[in-house]
């Protein structure tokens, strides 16, 4: 078996990893020993030197992202026995086949035993994400990988990962294609179609965390005059309007999001009057609606991607949780979410309650929402749950 550097850590600083945590932080390591660059697998051992696990190594606070806490041989077959597993439990509990769904996350980081590397499937064509560069040096071998798993179900690997490599990295990743090529094309969503750009969209090119609660909205719409913020591609309009929804208002800061909302609206309700949408900027549109809607989302991106914006973060859930509760009508349902990795379930709740307080309405918690099951959350590492989101009847 190769034999990989070795990162030998303080007296008991094991114990995360004994408890399965897929961490390393840099304040843990006593000692590296051999010649270690970025990115590299590399062996943890306690300072007693016991076998804990293995991982990439990368500079930064979090100093190893672990893969196997098993003394693994780390080639070909171990990455095809990881995907494997992802696309297994996809195809079991989605069942696509069935469900008129070609779009889905095949590989969530942490979830999957893979920290760094999200892969989302668009009807052929897999995008890849690297957020290690462990995971974004092997990217040619793992595309090959899921290849021999998926077979002629894949007919694409596209790496986006220009955006989301750490920035101090060596490395000057330019997305493409790594296998095959197709065109960004329609996708399906439970008999829903979208048009998705992985090239130029947010993420990898849609919100594919949000399906089963747009499909849980879409049981709440009939009848109702429902406002998506944030809307990017329309996805929660039109799963309102497959509900009968009475008219639904959409609204980003963004053209290019309006023009795909619009786009995406004529893909499945070509002509039908019920549906506008806005370029304007969410605090603005929001400033004077009162007694307009019934029914708000409230799905913006998220509000801090860093310890230190947290505090921002939590202002700005507050402040606009605030405009919706003051301004939507008597009975009303409000779907708030919250996407922002730092910030708890606990201090989003505290956000949207503070709101709840200061607009004086009584508000009541029908749903807690979460994230789907193709965003596996790995239980040794709770912060892979980041989707939260509530959803809310107003008196």
């Not at 590299?40 to 100093?63: C, M, R, T």
């Not at 798993?149 to 000057?172: C, F, Q, R």
């Amino acid at each position: 078996m190769e034999k990989y550097s070795q990162i030998i850590l303080k007296s008991g600083k094991d114990q995360s990893l004994k408890r399965f945590h897929p961490w390393v932080f840099s304040g843990a390591i006593k000692e590296i020993r051999g010649a270690v660059n970025e990115g590299d697998v590399v062996e943890v051992l306690s300072n007693k030197h016991e076998f804990l696990a293995i991982g990439h190594y990368q500079i930064g606070s979090i100093a190893v992202r672990v893969f196997s806490f098993a003394d693994s041989e780390i080639n070909q077959s171990f990455w095809v026995d990881k995907l494997t597993n992802a696309v297994s439990l996809r195809k079991e509990l989605l069942k696509p086949e069935t469900t008129g769904t070609n779009v889905y996350r095949l590989v969530h980081g942490e979830g999957d035993g893979m920290p760094g590397l999200i892969i989302d499937f668009y009807n052929g064509t897999a995008v890849m994400q690297m957020h290690s560069i462990g995971m974004y040096r092997i990217r040619e071998q793992l595309a090959q990988c899921l290849k021999d798993v998926m077979g002629d179900e894949l007919k694409a690997v596209y790496d986006k990962s220009a955006k989301t490599i750490p920035y101090k990295s060596d490395v000057n990743p330019v997305d493409g294609f790594i296998l095959g090529q197709l065109e960004p094309d329609v996708v399906s969503e439970y008999g829903n179609f979208f048009t998705v750009d992985w090239v130029e969209g947010q993420k990898t090119g849609f919100f594919i965390d949000q399906r089963e609660n747009r499909r849980l909205l879409q049981e709440y719409s009939k009848g109702r005059d429902v406002l998506n913020m944030f809307c990017y591609t329309g996805g929660f309009s039109f799963y309102a309007m497959r509900g009968g929804a009475h008219l639904v208002h959409s609204v980003d800061s963004s053209e290019k999001a309006i023009e795909l909302t619009r786009k995406n609206v004529e893909l499945n309700f070509q002509g039908d009057e019920r549906h506008e949408a806005y370029a304007e900027d969410a605090f603005v549109f929001m400033k004077d609606i009162k007694d307009k809607y019934d029914l708000i989302v409230l799905d913006p991106p998220a509000f801090a991607k860093h310890q230190r914006s947290l505090g921002q973060a939590l202002k700005g859930y507050k402040r606009i949780n605030t405009r919706a509760f003051e301004q939507i009508r008597p009975g009303g349902i409000v779907f708030t979410f919250s996407c922002s990795q730092v910030v708890t379930k606990d201090k989003f709740r505290e956000a949207v309650f503070t709101a709840a307080a200061i607009s004086g309405r009584n508000v009541r918690i029908l749903h807690q929402l979460t994230q789907p099951v193709d965003h596996p959350v790995n239980i040794y590492h709770p912060e892979g749950e980041y989707l939260k989101g509530l959803v809310l009847y107003v008196e």
